[in-house]
């Protein structure tokens, strides 16, 4: 079945260490995105990519960056993990070919990102 | 802009009863509007979409939503709540260029025995 998969499902790292998320897909959706889901919070979009072209969010701090080398893979980078970067990541993708195709996002099932 | 209000953080409901979750939204043109369920650590899996076709909507697991335009409403039901529809649900907006989704702030379903 085509989805989206995200590894590893759970991730632990030190306080500074950085910590790379990895996303794959099988859909060969243009638009992959990467949300912030904290407890008991909806999802916060950090940012996307629409073909090659980043899109980062004004509010996503600079500790977070991400890479595309190619339409089926996503990065999400913390450079330097804080105590408050401890949520679970979630990523998602979807078919944006302007107003044609109306396409929902399909996620992944996240990565929960533990700091110690 | 786009944005949704979910009415209601948390409802309870008795198994075999209906279920009633509530959104409203803004949009400055004809939005299309998504309905998402999400397990404990699990992702959001689509239940239905609204795209500008029939306002009633129906999706998968006996689930379905009407689009109200009058009222900038579109509320998800269930006509019989089964213990495994517990989970939080999240009304979502897109944006006019299907760039971004705007996500409601969830409402979590107990379905009680």
């Known amino acids: 079945d085509a989805m989206v998969i995200q590894n590893p499902r759970y991730q632990v790292t030190q306080f500074g260490k950085p910590v790379t998320l990895s996303c794959s897909q099988t859909l060969n959706h243009n638009v992959m995105y990467w949300y912030q889901q904290k407890s008991s919070q909806a999802p916060k979009l950090l940012f996307h990519?629409?073909?090659?072209?980043?899109?980062n969010e004004a509010d996503t701090p600079d500790n977070f960056q991400s890479r595309r080398p190619n339409t089926s893979f996503c990065f999400l980078d913390i450079r330097s993990p804080g105590l408050g970067d401890a949520a679970m990541y979630l990523c998602?993708?979807?078919?944006?070919?302007?107003?044609?195709?109306?396409?929902?996002?399909?996620f992944g099932d996240g990565t929960r990102l533990s700091i110690l | 802009a786009q944005s949704v209000t979910q009415l209601d953080s948390h409802v309870s409901v008795s198994e075999g009863t209906p279920v009633l979750l509530r959104c409203n939204y803004s949009?400055?043109?004809?939005?299309?509007l998504f309905w998402y369920v999400q397990h404990p650590n699990k992702g959001l899996q689509l239940l239905l979409k609204y795209t500008s076709a029939a306002t009633l909507v129906k999706g998968i697991n006996g689930f379905e939503a009407e689009f109200k335009k009058s009222e900038t409403s579109f509320h998800l039901t269930k006509p019989s709540a089964h213990m495994s529809d517990a989970a939080e649900y999240f009304c979502v907006v897109s944006s006019y260029n299907f760039n971004k989704f705007y996500f409601g702030s969830g409402t979590k379903l107990n379905v009680k025995p």
């Open positions: 949009s400055s043109y004809s939005p299309s």
């Open positions: 998602a993708t979807s078919r944006v070919r302007g107003r044609i195709g109306n396409q929902p996002q399909h």
């Open positions: 990519y629409y073909d090659k072209d980043f899109n």
